[in-house]
């Protein structure tokens, strides 16, 4: 399931990054509907992980620190592309925000991927055994 996250918002991050792109406003209305979807998924999958990782009597903690850093982080970005707008034209802005999107989840799907098949692979019967006397 995080396999499928890491997707759907490396697919968020390309709708911003096509959105740069685009010579008209109309056109970013297709693009922005897609990677909404994607993004919406994105939030379901989340917190169906939560759902399933944490313990029943943590969840209201778990969903509130995710919450607070999300939104926390969503303020932080406002003051930041405030800053930056105030230094350079939004087009190039928004190319580089799709593009360092596109950067993380990219450096992340590989040790997602390692730990999914590490997660999958059969234990070895070497790891049951009782270890014998030292020699």
């Known amino acids: 399931m995080l396999g499928a996250g890491l997707a759907l918002l490396g697919f968020c991050c ?4 096509a959105s740069a792109a685009v010579p008209s406003a109309l056109l970013l209305v297709p693009i922005w ?4 979807v994607a993004n919406g998924g994105d939030n ?8 399933r990782r944490v ?8 969903y509130a620190v995710f919450g607070a850093a999300a939104q926390g982080a969503a303020m ?8 930056l707008l105030e230094l350079f034209d939004p087009r190039p802005l928004v190319a580089a ?11 992340l799907a590989v040790p997602v991927v ?21 020699r």
Do not use: H, Q
Not at 14 to 17: E, G, Q, T
Not at 33 to 36: A, E, K, P, Q, R
């Open 44 to 51: 379901v999958l989340n917190n169906v992980l939560l759902a």
């Open 33 to 36: 509907l897609l990677g909404g």
């Open 14 to 17: 390309l709708a911003v990054l």
């Open 114 to 134: 390692r730990a999914a098949r590490a997660g999958r692979a059969p234990v070895a019967a070497a790891e049951f055994t009782t270890p014998g006397p030292t």
């Open 97 to 107: 925000c799709g593009v360092a999107g596109t950067l993380v989840v990219a450096a």
């Open 76 to 83: 932080a970005g406002f003051v930041a592309g405030g800053v």
């Open 55 to 62: 313990p029943e009597a943590a969840r209201g903690r778990a």
